[in-house]
Every structure is written in structure tokens, then in C-alpha cells.
């Protein structure tokens, strides 16, 4: 802690975690919005992905990833994965004193202030639409929001290993929004980390009336609020420092990562 001008400063890093690099968006959305922080980011990138992996062992990975930022000594843990978020959140909350924020509950009250007809999309990975994450956010904001919550396995893993802009990304993605144009729903959210980087594909194929969410714009700007109705914001002005961690490959990490994260990734290292 430092004190400027009356201003006490808690330089103290926030912390990070996803299933790999797509939480690379979100922590993007931190840099931009809030520069003046530094930010610890993990990726276990050895267990990606979660999204098809059974409630109960995303929630233990999520477990193991907080442990190692809590112990870090970071002051506010940022789950910036959707399927973490959604198997585990309210556990991770109740099991440890450091402030958590997931990407759930942003995107959620974003998409229920902005739906005209009440009508929402989420599309996510299968352990989030599973989880029931979303329709519980929702309703908890408004019982009686329409939700269609749509599962799609394929995505993520094509986003992330092959030519985000080829004809079988486009494939799922058409796939997956069919089910939100036959619903006709007005808004959708954008549930898993990855989708924010096929943004103008899902805009073409859901047409201009549908508003899309982006749940890492939302989560960036409430960890915004918090810091400053905590009173744990760092010093205004300074140049924050970001910094990585991986359980798989760092190099592997440090290649992939740049393209979700759109700015340089220096050293990655090994956990
Ligand atoms: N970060 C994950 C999510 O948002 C990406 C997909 C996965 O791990 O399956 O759900």
C-alpha cells in the first residue's frame, strides 16, 4: 500500500484464470479499461478444455487454479473462464476470503438490460449450458426473460487450434445460432471465451437486429466498479504490469495467446 494525496494504493496484482488462453479476452478488456493495474493471468492450458468435462472436475480445477493465485497474494480473482464460472463460482466464493468475479453474472445483467422482447440467447460450451449458469443469472434478474441456452462442443477447440475464419468455424457457428433464429431472440450472449474473436461471423449470421454480449467487456468494466467501491484500486496513471502462467506448453501458450489477447506476450511461465 502506498498513500498519494490522501489516496491510498493497493498495489497488489489481480489475478487471472481459465481453461487456456481463451480468457485471454477477457483479461484484453482489463488491460484496456483498467491500464493502471498489474495482473497475474493462469492458464491451464494442460486440462483445456473444460467444457466437456464433468461439473464436479471443472470445480476442482478451479479450485487448484485460485489456490495458486490466492497464494500469489493477488487481491481480487477474476474467473474469466464461462465454464469455470458456471461450475463454480459460488463455491470458490464461500471456500476463500479473496473477492471473486466471474464472467456469468456481467453478461447476464448486461443481456437482461439490453433484451427488447425479453428474449435471450447464451451460446457456451456444454459444462455451462449444463451447469444452468445462465438461465439461473437471468431469472434471478428477471423471471421472466425467455432463455435459450445452446450447447456447442465444436467451437471452442476449432477457434483455438484451427483457422478461426475457416468454412468449418463458420459451419458451427451457423449450427449453433440456428436454434436463437428459429427462437427469435433479440439478444445472445457470447458464453465462452473464445467467441468474442468470431465476432463478425455471428453478427452476418444472426443479422443487425440481434444484439450480441460480450461477457469480457461486462466483467472488466464491473472489476472496474469494484476496485473503486473497495477502495483497492492501484495507483491512477502508472503503466500496469501483466504477467503469465501455464500448465502446458509456454511457448505453445505464448504463440496461441497473442492472437486472443492482441497484444505481446512476453514470457510464459511454467507451472
Ligand atoms: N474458457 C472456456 C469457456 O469459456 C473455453 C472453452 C473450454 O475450456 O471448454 O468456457
Known sequence: MSE???HIADGRPIGVFDSGVGGLTVLHECLVNLPHEDFIYLGDTANFPYGPKRLAEVRRLAFAATEVLVTL????????CNSAAAAAL????????TPLVGVVMPGARAAAQATRERRIGVLATEATVRSNAYQNA???LDAGLEVFAVASPRLAPLIQTGDVFSEETERAAREGVAPFKAARVDTVILGC???????PMLRRLLGPQVTLINSAEETAREVGEILARKGIGNEDGREGRYSFLASGDPEEFRKVGTRFLQLPIR?????
Not at 73 to 80: C, E
Not at 90 to 97: H, I, R, V
Not at 193 to 199: A, E, F, W
Not at 267 to 271: K, L, S, Y
Request: proline share 6%.
Open 193 to 199: 471465451t473464445h467467441y468474442p474473436l468470431i465476432t
Open 4 to 6: 498519494r494525496d490522501g
Open 73 to 80: 497474494g493477488v487481491k481480487l480473482v477474476i474467473v474469466a
Open 90 to 97: 459460488p463455491q470458490l466464493q464461500a471456500s476463500f476470503s
Open 138 to 140: 437471468l431469472h434471478a
Open 267 to 271: 514470457e510464459v511461465d511454467h507451472i
